[in-house]
């Protein structure tokens, strides 16, 4: 045979091959992607939903400092929603009752009102940071933590101004559409993220734990604020 004829022959044959292995790599992709379970295609949908949806929230809660003067020209940060009307709800420039934790004001920063599980999110702030009568300064503290664990034996975050939180998937513990709580968790860690206090569990999902939690950084506030020019 024709030397040269031959060599059109193997590469021609040698660039199939290549478009072979191309489309059946190809092919173990989709049907990769079609093994996993709908339900659980969804979840994940949702978890990213509910996670960008945290990020929004979290440049929200910058915006409205920077955009909010309180009576001494200090910035603030709002008070939680504790009526389900998505407003805050303060009372001579404290937050009522002195209730620091409850829904997000999500109509005061012009989001939307649930996470991808129709559930509210969590708010809460340190009191320091959103009184509009004496806003913070450069000199304030969040006097929250956010922990690896309900025991808190390794810190993630502390003195932290504000944290937001979707109670995941089994929405355990979480304000409902109706205007109520849904059943407490059962899982330790997520029931710290329940019960009011000064500390939360932000944590890597597991059988027990599907809480996504955010926060705002007092340095990352503090920087957008002097940025803004409404501190020092």
């Known amino acids: 045979m024709n030397p040269a004829v031959l060599r059109r022959l193997t590469s021609a044959r040698g660039f199939t091959l290549t478009e072979m292995a191309v489309v059946l790599v190809i092919v173990a992709l989709l049907i990769a992607s079609l093994v996993i379970p ?10 990213q939903e509910t996670e960008k949806a945290l990020a929004d929230i979290r440049e929200a809660l910058l915006g409205y400092a920077a955009s ?3 009576g001494d020209g200090k910035p603030y940060l709002p008070c939680p929603d504790t009526d389900d009307d998505g407003l805050e709800n303060r009372t001579a420039g404290a937050c009522t009752g002195g209730i ?6 999500w ?29 913070f300064t450069l000199a304030s503290a969040g006097n929250l933590t956010v922990c690896a664990d309900s025991a808190c034996a390794a810190t993630i975050a502390g003195n932290v101004p504000a ?21 407490a968790p059962t899982d330790a860690n997520e ?24 926060w705002v950084p007092p340095t990352v506030l503090m920087n957008r604020m002097i940025t803004t020019g409404k501190l020092p």
């Open 38 to 47: 709908l339900s659980a295609q969804q979840d994940i949908r949702a978890r």
């Open 100 to 105: 620091q934790e409850g829904r997000l004001p």
């Open 163 to 183: 944290v937001v939180l979707s109670h995941g998937a089994n929405g355990a513990g979480a304000f409902n559409l109706s205007g109520g709580t849904n059943p």
């Open 191 to 214: 029931l710290e993220n329940t019960d009011s206090d000064d500390t939360l569990v932000s944590r890597t999902s597991d059988a027990g734990f599907d809480d996504l939690v955010t």
């Open 107 to 135: 109509a005061d920063l012009g989001l939307g009102r649930n996470d991808a599980w129709n559930n509210r999110f969590r708010y809460r702030v340190t009191a320091a940071f959103s009184n509009s009568t004496a806003g």
């Open 68 to 70: 909010h003067a309180a």
